[in-house]
């Protein structure tokens, strides 16, 4: 019986609040959705995982709805805009970045975010190896978490030939 009381009291408080002129609002974002795919084409990420994913972007395209937008970014040392945000469409390949012997995360998330049109939800989706070489992906938290821009990763998968090496070659001299 008390809470019952207590939910007509709060019930009527918010009638009276509401007839005051006391409003609650938020801002939405307008219709549609932006999605920045930010791809590691380090050297770390071989072929197979090149492949994988540019199928990954490609099935990105062909899920999003009619209004939204689908920008791409590859990174390695460097980052670059293959696609600025534009209706999604099929790519044929990622290209590649100037410097692919370093993996920069942080510059391919700071790219990503420079991306995003005001007044819309956004996303990133992140594939890469994680294997960050240079710069701070946690760097970039701050400002991930103040455009309020959610990121989904994902890792590619290696080729199943395994790296091998040798080290040393001993031969009789005969």
Do not use: C, Y
């Not at 994913?53 to 980052?79: C, H, K, M, W, Y």
């Not at 294997?131 to 821009?149: F, K, M, Y």
């Amino acid at each position: 019986e008390r809470s019952a009381a207590a939910l007509r009291s709060a019930a009527v408080g918010a009638l009276a609040l509401s007839l005051g002129g006391a409003a609650l609002s938020t801002s939405l974002p307008a219709d549609g959705m932006t999605v920045i795919a930010a791809v590691d084409l380090s050297e770390s990420t071989d072929a197979t995982g090149q492949e994988w994913s540019l199928r990954f972007v490609n099935q990105i395209a062909a899920a999003l709805a009619p209004g939204d937008e689908l920008g791409i970014v590859t990174f390695g040392g460097d980052a670059r805009v293959v696609r600025p945000p534009t209706a999604p469409g099929a790519l044929e390949n990622l290209g590649f970045p100037a410097a692919r012997t370093a993996t920069d995360i942080g510059h391919g998330l700071e790219t990503a975010l420079a991306l995003m049109p005001a007044g819309r939800a956004h996303r990133i989706v992140l594939l890469s190896d994680g294997n960050e070489t240079r710069g701070s992906a946690r760097g970039q938290i701050p400002r991930l978490n103040s455009a309020r821009s959610a990121v989904v990763a994902a890792a590619p998968p290696r080729s199943s030939a395994a790296d091998v090496s040798v080290d040393k070659v001993t031969v009789p001299s005969l």
